[in-house]
């Protein structure tokens, strides 16, 4: 997998700073006010520093913004990166900062003069994760950074804070990697070797095989997968780092492609459906978190790992399936498939474990794209208490969420002539009436959240943290509602 670049944290050396080769990067903050380090770099670039902070480009950078001073004379770097970051400013500003960096590193080293940053590790983090480069399939020698060093007072009290941001990243980008990788590749085989092995981790992972699905009756999970030559699978995994109580449920849709099945999707952008595990990727990177950090919770994940096939054998409109639950579905569309591949794992769930709370994550619906665009997951839930933890633990982590209204009158949509229920319910409020779907099995006594990540799990463009790809949406906010609601 892609490892997050090593990060070395060193007590301030201020006579090293005019030959470190590389990209040397220095902090000015609010009024132009420098540090020791920075007044070393402004006096050997003789007054840059000074110039640039008393210069109206300056003052228009916001928070964690920078410039780059390029082949300076007085310094031996081909760079020196200047952060606009105060001590005041939070731990978005701080993370902004630290991708600013990790967006630039250079082969030949990067030296961070951070003795006056007030949140170094948050600094840290955010280069890492935005150092983050998916290059598996490209054969030209990759560009790896040099050497990454942190000059902070008390490296070794940083560097321990820095550890747990050092295992959440590693989870990131182990969701990324799920993410954008293509079809061919991942195929539900390959995701669940990737996720048992995580055994060395301290997790506890099963496999269970379409013989085991047959057996438990999981026919809408089963039904999705049986045009396709890769096996349906559902990987379980546990983390039992807590006590006697029960756990948080994770239940991911992990459909490694979706052609949209014999309701084939129109040719433009299918390519994309390579990232319709996405649910089922940030269950993974939660889990691998957890265990990185030795997480003092209970948690178990669970993924429907299944491809999504037209075939002589595909299920075909109109067919009626039989959910573990046991209640009929009608399929009147073979592409609202995540919602079947979803029943069965959330009802394997709560009856195999009685978890204390369950929340589902799937790319779901173009229609919350529609609803929402690519800032803001869709939220949904039958739990205000539960729902709102979850929102501030997003809100703090700074990932988009929306809480999504539900409602009777959507649910009656799903009414069929001959079956329990139809597995769509028409264009209008389509992310709505799909959490509705699921919510049918939920049981009334289980608090639930059903995170809608159509929009979120992949962009085209570059964000904050992330290059253009998978972003790993939401292992930030559920790593943290863990840490703050769940540990003993
Ligand atoms: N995987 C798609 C949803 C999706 C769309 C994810 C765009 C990411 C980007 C899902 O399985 C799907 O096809 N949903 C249908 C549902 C419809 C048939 C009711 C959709 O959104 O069109
Ligand atoms: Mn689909
Ligand atoms: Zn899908």
Redesign the pocket.
Known sequence: MTTPVSIRFAEPELDGIAAATGRVVVFVGAEGKMGPAARRVDKLTRGALKRLAEADAFAAMKPGDSVDLAWPSGVAAESVQVIRLDRRDDVAAARKAGAAIGRALSPLGTLVLADTVARAAEVSFGLAMRAYDFNAHKTAEPKVPGEVVLMVNGPEAVAAEAAPLAALAEGVFFTRDLVNEPANILTTDDFAARLAAMHELGLEVEILEEADLAELGMGALLGVGQGSESPSKVVVMQWNGGGEEPPLALVGKG?VF?T?GI?I?PAAGME??T??MGGAGTVAGVMRTLALRGAKANVVGLVGLVENMPDGRAQRPGDVVRSMKGDTIEVI?T????RLVLADVIWYAQERFQPSGLIDLA?????I?VALGHEHTGVFSNDDGFCNAFLSAAKAEDEGAWRMPMADAHDAKLKSRIADMMN?GGREG?SIT?AHFIKRFVKDETPWIHLDI?GTALLKTDSTLAPKGATGWGVLALNRLIRDNYEV
């Not at 592409?335 to 995540?338: M, N, V």
């Not at 790319?363 to 229609?367: M, S």
């Open positions: 459909v979706d949209g309701s999707k994309q459906m990232m319709d569309n592409d609202a498939e995540g790319t779901l619906t173009g229609a794209i769509v389509g799909a159509a």
